[in-house]
């Protein structure tokens, strides 16, 4: 109870409300843009948190998260396109609600949802962590690599819908951490003799390569070409709680299998809205409302979305793997300020832990009170042309890969990235798996030879434990599912194309 | 098909690369430091082939909302060309100075905007604003531009 309040403290500090209101105003805004992602705006906020003590830098990054996740809804309702990939269900009956003149109660509601479904992950997150990392606690070598090998191979198959780009993605991405030098035996790899690439390729340099200058490049190249319609409605900053009477039961269910989806790896916000859209639907009594303006169409998505944080941070906290490419940057944002996360992070830094539970409650509180006072800043802020934040973010792409090791090599690299990143969106090739190989890499390596040293080069280690052994069934497992549905998918294609 | 055969190629130098460049030394027991990097040579390659021989089964997904073509190659090469060319200058100039070229020429050149007080308002302020925000406030030790040392 004492470390409780202690964190209640620490988490009210003004430093880190600062942090935790600047960060969830940061993440509305850069996800309300449409072409701007949610995973983008925690990249660009990471500088931020370099120089600054690890609670108001763990505050910002997820005041970030719980903003991206909500401000995705504005453009959703207001243009009709989705801020961010998960809030692409929002946008069937939000945007129709508009269409209606009731834009400012579906952005209200969509608010209150979002709130919820954070929320109501938060707690279950809370009551299932500890558990979780007391389990992990006793977790080896061979545990931890048959785990990691399982979330990195049901990340890659699930990525996209082709099995060997997703495959593809997670090799690239490995491939990539083992430049550098080798920890275990102490000689370079790849490196050619040079200093620079005996640290390796920082992860937070790759990922803003692959992340945000793709997105710049196509910012730029749409430059006029794309016309957006803004509803024209004054909008007002309402939030509509009697409209919501009845809709209480529908916001729990979506944040169930919101938080559900979260801690699956592979799982993420897009999946958990679209399921949690077509569950309202097919449970509404009045199924042929949606897609004209339902409520209901718009808090089961917005709850779902918000609640696959709380289901994320469970296997990221507990175990260290990050079920999906937001959780990944988080991951690299905590290693970066020498916080591992896995079972030991309960033992070493409990304060940090509940400081991060209060945050996650605060930044709630700042995006209900942004929603209500600032939505017609937010409606300004849609109207800003995104080849012009394009400008803005090339420099902040610079200071963010150049302050991470203060290396301008590093800054080149990242210009290196930022091309390799186009070229896989040339040849659809996802990026999340990619990221994904970047940071599980190392363990997945390490784990591995270490296992090897602790047993003298006896792969039995690995077959002597119990939950390694389960894990490696359901990677097989789930390589053979996946296998079997792509064939029977390409076989069912090929003899309808005979059809027609 | 392309793809395959780039991604198989990629592996057959990354293996060669591995194979001269990594040296063969190993703690007892463990599988040494060339062991990873030659295993995911070979999945590249195996994922190359089998991508090459797949074929073009997937037609191409239904985008989301983007430019289905895919982003303009020409656009591309011209921003990475313009970070290359950034952070020669970060070195040289100093981070004000480099950031101010930086977003003029990107303005200019790959925006073909024209309105030109604007521009240089917009990257004079956004260049010292980001020094102020990052370097005195935020300690975080960017590339110092000459002509500021005289100035304090």
Known sequence: MESVLQAFAAATQPGVLAATAAGAIAGLIVSAIPGLTFSMALILVMPFTFAMEPIPAIAMLFGVYSGGMTGGAVSAVLIGIPGTPSAAATVFDGHAMARKGEASVALGASVIASAFGGIFSLLVMVLLLEQVAAFAIRFGPAEIFALVLFGLSTICGLAEKSLLRGLTAGVLGLMVMTIGLDELDGVGRLTFGTVELQQGVHMLVAMIGLFAVPNVIEAFANHGHVRREIVTEEVRGVLPWRRLRGYWGLMTRASVIGTIIGAVPGGGGPIASFLAYDHARRFSSHPEGYGHGEIGGVVAPEAANNAVMGGALIPLLSLGIPADAATAIILGGLLIHGLEPGPLLFQTNLDIIYALYVTVMLSWVVILLAQVIGIRLFVKVLKVPAHLLGVCILVLCGIGAFAARNSLFDVYTMALFGFGGYLLQLARIPVAPVVLGLVLGPTLEQQYRTALILSEGSHRIFLESPFALTMFALTALFAGWQIVSTFRARRAASASEGVS | ?152
Request: glycine share 8%; hydrophobic share 60%.
């Open chain 2, 1 to 152: 098909m392309t793809l395959g055969v780039v991604l198989t190629l990629l592996a057959v130098v990354w293996l060669w690369l591995v194979d001269n460049y990594i040296p063969d030394v190993a703690t007892e027991g463990e599988p040494g430091p060339r062991a990873l990097p030659f295993l995911l040579g070979i999945l590249l390659a195996i994922l190359g082939v089998a991508l090459a021989l797949s074929g073009p089964a997937s037609p191409p997904a239904e985008e989301d909302g983007r430019s289905s073509a895919g982003p303009a190659p020409r656009t591309a090469i011209t921003t990475v060309a313009l970070l290359l060319a950034y952070t020669f200058l970060l070195d040289k100039l100093g981070f004000i100075t480099a950031t101010a070229v930086l977003m003029l020429t990107a303005m200019a050149g790959v925006l073909g905007m024209r309105r030109w007080v604007f521009m240089a308002v917009f990257a004079a302020a956004f260049a010292a604003g980001s020094w102020l925000v990052f370097n005195t406030l935020l300690g975080i030790p960017l590339p110092r531009d000459p002509w500021l040392v005289s100035v304090q």
